[in-house]
C-alpha cells in the first residue's frame, strides 16, 4: 500500500502542476481533462507493474464469471450501502438545485464538505477496523468502536 500511496501522490501532483502550467483560461478544459485522464491511467500502470514485482507473479489469470458472482454476492450489502448513500448525497444537492439558487447550493455543499471533514478520522478508523470485524465476527470489538465513536 505504501508504493501504491507513492505512485498515486507523485502522478497527482506531476498532474496539479501540468494543469497549472498548461490550463491558461476556461476554454482549455478538454486539457485539464486530458491531463487528468492521462495521469490515472499512467498511475494505474505503474501500480500494476509494481504490484507484479513485488509479488514475484507474472502469470496471472482473469477472475471468472463466476468468481465474480460470488464476490458480488457476498458484498452486495456493503456495495449496496455505499451506491444508497452516495445517490442520497448527490441527490439532495440536485433537489437543491432545482429548488434554490447557486449560493444556496453553495453553501448546502460546503457545509456537507465541512461535515464530511471531521468524519474522516472514523471513517479511517471504521474501514482499517472492518475486515476484522467481519472475519471474526468480532461484535465487541464492533460494541467497542461505537462505543467510541
Not at 498515486?8 to 485539464?32: G, N
Not at 507474472?58 to 463466476?66: A, D, E, K, R
Not at 449560493?103 to 475486515?131: C, N, Q, R, W
Amino acid at each position: 500500500m505504501e508504493t501504491i500511496t507513492y505512485v498515486m501522490v507523485s502522478t497527482k501532483l506531476i498532474s496539479l502542476i501540468l494543469i497549472i502550467l498548461l490550463v491558461k483560461s476556461v476554454d482549455d478544459y478538454i486539457v485539464a481533462i486530458a491531463i487528468n485522464c492521462f495521469s490515472m491511467l499512467i498511475a494505474g500502470i505503474f501500480g500494476v507493474i509494481l504490484a507484479l514485482k513485488s509479488s514475484k507473479v507474472l502469470n496471472f489469470q482473469l477472475p471468472t464469471f463466476v468468481d465474480i458472482s460470488k464476490q458480488f454476492k457476498s458484498g452486495f450489502a456493503y456495495f449496496f450501502s455505499n451506491i444508497s448513500a452516495n445517490t442520497k448525497d448527490y441527490l439532495n444537492t440536485f433537489i437543491i438545485g432545482y429548488f434554490f439558487s447557486y449560493s444556496e447550493v453553495g453553501v448546502y455543499d460546503l457545509i456537507i464538505k465541512i461535515i464530511k471533514m471531521l468524519l474522516i478520522p472514523i471513517t479511517i478508523l471504521s474501514k482499517a477496523v472492518f475486515p476484522k470485524v467481519s472475519v471474526e465476527k468480532s461484535f465487541s470489538l464492533n460494541k467497542k468502536l461505537n462505543t467510541y465513536c
